[in-house]
């Protein structure tokens, strides 16, 4: 299957602060998404972008899908963003739809 | 538009006991799938299923582990004789056409 690396594992910042995080995939994708997974251990939808640029609100996101990297932008970060950030693909030679995810970015947001 | 529902949110099972997770996709989507979160293995997909039928359950134990996703009522994943190894959070989500999957709140199992 699809390796799928995130980068930084663990990420602290001060509220306010600007942050990337970064996906990288070992081969073509048909399906990109990006997850917040909050303290209580839900999984939010971010993105859905399997390429081109996304924005919503203070979060934005880019797939280079030739290049196989995604980036999540958190601009002016609040204590709410705390959690852990996940990357998941789904494989372009299949039809199947399985996703394959990242081990996730864990961010800690400090007041 | 109601999300993807999952029940019971937390489970408690002895060993040896089964335990049922039940799945309720989004209203119009008919692909659900499974999937799996241990603490040490990160999220992994367990099996996508469409209404009355396994598509692909190449992530699934071979034993004790079961799915279906019946004509009428929500997808259960069942799990018969559960072990201490079993406790994990388990994920449903859904799909209109197989692309974009939406979560539910997953289902905590904790096997004592």
């Known amino acids: 299957g699809i390796q799928v690396e995130q980068s930084p594992p663990d990420l602290i910042l001060q509220e306010g602060a600007n942050s990337t995080l970064r996906c990288n995939f070992s081969d073509s994708v048909n399906n990109l998404q990006w997850f917040h997974q909050n303290p209580w251990g839900q999984l939010i939808n971010l993105f859905y972008i399997p390429s081109g640029t996304k924005q919503n609100g203070r979060l934005s996101a880019t797939t280079v899908a030739t290049e196989r990297y995604s980036l999540l932008y958190i601009s002016s970060s609040q204590t709410t963003d705390s959690g852990v950030y996940f990357c998941a693909v789904g494989d372009r030679g299949s039809t199947l739809g399985r996703l394959y995810f990242g081990r996730g970015t864990q961010l800690t947001v400090w007041p | 538009n109601a999300g993807v529902m999952q029940n019971p949110r937390h489970l408690v099972r002895r060993r040896g006991q089964e335990a049922r997770l039940r799945c309720s996709p989004m209203k119009g989507h008919s692909h659900v799938y499974w999937y799996r979160q241990l603490p040490e293995e990160g999220l992994k997909f367990m099996v996508y299923l469409q209404k009355e039928n396994i598509i692909d359950e190449s992530g699934m134990p071979k034993e004790r582990f079961s799915a279906e996703f019946p004509k009428e009522g929500p997808s259960i994943l069942r799990i018969q004789q559960v072990v201490r190894g079993d406790s994990a959070a388990y994920f449903c989500?859904?799909?209109?056409?197989?692309?974009?999957?939406?979560f539910g709140p997953g289902t905590r199992l904790t096997v004592t």
């Open positions: 989500a859904s799909s209109p056409r197989r692309d974009e999957q939406y």
